[in-house]
């Protein structure tokens, strides 16, 4: 059942190309996006005002990196917000706008109660989910599934990453019906996307570096991730993957914050996990990078060929491809999952059922 694979979650990291081509490529007709199934008319996406995304955990991270995207194509504002937030706060819904939950379960208590207060406030709910006829599926407006089969592992690698591949078919299909891009961005970013899937294939191949990279650092006691914009957003599921199945304390700061508080737990030998992916932001994180290193920090940076004179910089470089900048997160998650896959092995954990966690948290 695991088909070779040592875990369900490496065997799901693997899944991966295939996933993502399995949730775009239906989706795709001659250069085209065809996303019928969310039943809205040209007319209701050009009137849109805001689009509210609320989920949980990893899913919640798809949607921090979904704003970016969205927002820079499409000119729509965007909150996300955590679901247990969401729904308690009083959220403000106006007309004309759409919430998007996302789930990979499609079960998760908080973003179902989110979901219902939506409706019964009149929004229309669209859902990204990965579970066929779940809850959340059922009772939305319109679904957008995530193609990424069943997942075991607790923690989600495949579906995490269909769920952004979703998210960036939604931000260019809004953005060429509202003609926020000219046709010629739609069609570099289209041939963009479809590129992802063999992309991800081969940044799989990396992953004996590595493990060979995760092997130092199995007694560690606290990691950081750094990185600006959608950095920031794979920063924090970089960070929670790490967590969740290696069980050492990690956390995510936008790049920029780090003089604001996190700089005072730098020490001789910390680990700093540094984004730079992201070519207009390029110049700040390569700064933040050199401020902890002064502090005495072993800098990993994630970066792309574009960017060479990164190894002066930092301890390490793990390069992924070159792609749109605003998908590089789709390529920057990969070495970072197998990191905390690796991670958790070598610490003789419960890769696939860390402790205290259930795959799908169905009570608040
Ligand atoms: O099923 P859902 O996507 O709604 O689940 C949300 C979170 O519980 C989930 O992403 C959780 O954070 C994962 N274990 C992260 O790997």
């Avoid at 706060?89 to 219902?116: F, K």
């Avoid at 599934?145 to 075991?152: D, K, L, R, S, V």
């Avoid at 495949?158 to 961005?185: E, H, M, N």
């Avoid at 749109?324 to 905390?340: D, R, T, V």
């Amino acid at each position: 059942e695991k088909g070779g694979y040592e875990h369900f979650m490496l065997k799901e990291i693997h899944e991966q190309p295939k996933a993502v081509r399995d949730t775009i490529s239906p989706r795709i007709h001659e250069n085209e996006i065809d996303l019928g199934e969310i039943g809205m008319t040209d007319e209701e996406i050009k009137n849109l005002r805001k689009i509210s995304i609320v989920a949980c955990g990893s899913a919640y991270h798809t949607g921090a990196a979904g704003k970016y995207v969205i927002e820079e194509l499409t000119r729509i504002p965007v909150e996300t917000d955590l679901a247990s937030e969401f729904r308690y706060r009083n959220p403000i819904y106006q007309e004309n706008s759409l919430v998007i939950i996302v789930s990979q379960s499609g079960e998760t208590a908080d973003s179902l109660a989110a979901l219902r207060d939506a409706k019964a406030h009149g929004c229309k709910v669209l859902s990204i989910v990965n579970v066929v006829g779940s809850s959340i599926a059922r009772e939305s407006d319109a679904v957008l599934y995530t193609w990424a089969g069943p997942e075991i592992s607790v923690a989600t690698t495949k579906a995490y990453s269909c769920q952004l591949a979703v998210f960036y078919l939604l931000a260019l299909k809004f953005a060429q019906i509202r003609s926020a891009i000219t046709p010629d961005t739609f069609q570099t970013l289209l041939t963009a996307l479809k590129q992802l899937p063999d992309q991800i294939e081969g940044l799989l191949s990396q992953k004996e570096k590595i493990q060979f990279f995760a092997n130092h650092y199995l007694a560690t006691e606290h990691i950081f991730f750094m990185g600006r914009g959608i950095d920031y957003a794979i920063s924090m599921e970089g960070s929670l993957k790490l967590k969740e199945i290696s069980y050492i304390h990690s956390e995510a700061y936008a790049a920029g914050e780090l003089k604001h508080g996190t700089i005072s737990l730098m020490e001789e030998g910390t680990l700093v996990v540094a984004l730079a992916t992201q070519d207009a932001l390029y110049p700040k994180t390569v700064s933040n990078m050199i401020e902890v290193k002064t502090r005495g920090a072993f800098v990993m940076a994630l970066s792309t060929k574009k960017h060479p004179d990164i190894e002066k910089y930092a301890d390490y470089v793990l390069y992924i491809p070159e792609t749109q900048n605003l998908f590089a997160g789709s390529l920057a998650i990969i070495p970072l999952q197998l990191f905390a896959y690796y991670v958790s092995l070598g610490r003789g954990l419960d890769v696939d059922k860390p402790r205290n966690l259930a795959k799908s948290v169905t009570v608040e």
